[in-house]
């Protein structure tokens, strides 16, 4: 599955999407980041609900497929830009990140 499909499963809004092509294998939760650095796998879906400008950069070094980012926690313009300029796709979901990760597992 790639993230473009994922979105026609999910309909999340969104937000960043430079690499609609990539690969989506799994999925991720966390708001640690360290954690999700060290944890997260390439092509993972990233679930949390953080939206600081940190979150780009993460999950660039992670290598994951996407951001999905819930609870409508929607990031400031500038990590918008910066997950644009660095290839991270970032999606917005009213839903919990709980409720994400059911969603996903029926899907993935």
Do not use: F
Not at 7 to 16: A, E, G, K, R, Y
Not at 32 to 57: D, E, F, Q, Y
């Amino acid at each position: 599955m790639t993230v473009n499909q994922l979105i026609t499963h999910l309909n999340p809004q969104v937000l960043s999407l430079p690499e609609g092509d990539k690969t989506v294998r799994g999925c991720y939760t966390g708001d640690l980041l360290s954690w999700v650095m060290g944890k997260a796998r390439a092509c993972n879906v990233w679930v949390t609900i953080m939206s600081n400008i940190n979150v780009p950069a993460v999950a660039s070094l992670a290598d994951v497929s996407c951001v999905i980012i819930g609870e409508n926690a929607r990031p400031e313009d500038d990590v918008i830009a910066m997950a644009e300029a660095r290839g991270v796709n970032i999606l917005l979901m009213p839903d919990s990140a709980y409720d994400i990760c059911i969603k996903l597992s029926k899907i993935l």
